[in-house]
């Protein structure tokens, strides 16, 4: 499923250049495609979930469309009040893919109140 969403993210880039892709320091296989064709708008942020959701946003109120594409956790629970703030409250065009979560790394890295959220 993962790479059938990069390949698909890449073919809607190829059609559309106000599509980026950010990600939080993880899948870069997943958009090796993405990255060789359009690596001016394939985004590492890092490990700053709260500052991806709001650079996110922020890009969409100049009229880009990003993707952001990280585990879930670090997706909905560490970053939840610039969702509701940046993303929510703005109806800013910000779309946010979480993938799985891994349980045993941790209670960090596991998504278990995502769906109440």
Known sequence: M??????????LANKDDKIYVLVGDI???VFDEFREKHSERFINMGICEQSIIS???????????PWVYTITPFLIERPFEQVKMDIDQQNVNVKLVGFA????LGPTHSEINGKAL
Request: aromatic share 10%.
């Open 27 to 29: 899948g870069y296989r």
């Open 55 to 65: 650079v996110s946003a922020g890009m969409a109120l100049e009229g880009l469309k």
């Open 101 to 104: 979560d891994y349980p045993t």
């Open 2 to 11: 993962r790479r059938t969403f990069g390949k698909i993210i890449t073919e």
